[in-house]
């Protein structure tokens, strides 16, 4: 639980002091403001790429301080072998769930230097990302807040509609696979779902991924149904879903 005479940017801080990931205290601190301020709205969250869970824990802190609100985290969730290097060095993983398989990193790979800086080593702890993820969420205590799903924005929307009826959400986050394709997919595939007033949210935006920067463009800026479209931080954009009613 928050408390609340502490600054929400220290106690961000703290959560994610020892959590792998590449989200930076200023983008983390804009989205939990960002959820805070919907708290009037109804539905839940959704997480497009969790990793380790960094930005999944400060999701989970803003719903939980709110209340009545879940924290949808979907991701791949790469086992150590899922991984392999390319012809040029670089590497890649794909996934196989349920006789579907899954690649990601293949437009744009990690190159050797940053995957033994920062991914090799989480699997000296863990085999798999997922359990790195669930034990980030367990020390957070957010085990009744956030929940995971193993797979692609496909899957959650076809899981979602057997599992609830009416499903809302009020806050997207992306932060998914970087290609055009997948980013569009990954929009069309939960926008669907965001209330009026909610918020669509977009790492890596505008910074070194021409996929992810064209498909916020075409579908989020040139798109009527959105406004107060911005750059928030060096990389993370939002926009809000317009106010019909």
Not at 78 to 83: A, E, H, I, Q, R
Not at 220 to 243: C, H, S, W
């Amino acid at each position: 639980m928050t408390n609340i005479t502490t600054p929400i940017i220290t106690q961000i801080e703290q959560v994610v002091a020892n959590i792998p990931g590449w989200s930076p205290i200023d983008q983390l601190y804009t989205l939990f403001n960002l959820v805070y301020l919907t708290a009037g709205l109804e539905g839940d969250i959704v997480e497009i790429g969790s990793w380790c869970g960094r930005s999944s824990s400060v999701l989970g802190m803003a719903a939980k301080l709110i209340g009545n609100t879940k924290v949808f985290c979907i991701d791949l969730f790469p086992n150590k072998s899922d991984w392999h290097e390319n012809e040029d060095g670089s590497y890649s993983f794909k996934v196989n769930l349920a006789n579907k398989s899954y690649g990601a990193y293949q437009e744009q790979t990690v190159w050797k230097a940053p995957f033994e800086k920062d991914i090799a080593p989480l699997y000296e702890k863990h085999s798999s990302i997922l359990d790195y993820f669930n034990e980030t969420i367990t020390q957070c205590q957010l085990v009744d807040t956030v929940k995971t799903y193993r797979g692609d924005s496909t899957d959650f929307l076809e899981s979602i509609r057997h599992e609830y009826q009416d499903f809302k959400c009020k806050l997207i986050f992306i932060d998914g696979d970087h290609s055009y394709q997948a980013v569009c997919k990954d929009i069309e595939n939960t926008e669907k779902f965001l209330v009026e007033g909610g918020w669509i949210c977009f790492d890596d935006a505008f910074s070194y991924y021409d996929g992810v920067n064209q498909a916020i463009v075409d579908l989020v800026i040139n798109n009527p149904n959105y406004e107060l479209g911005q750059q928030m931080t060096r990389k993370f954009f939002v926009a809000r879903k317009k106010i019909i009613s």
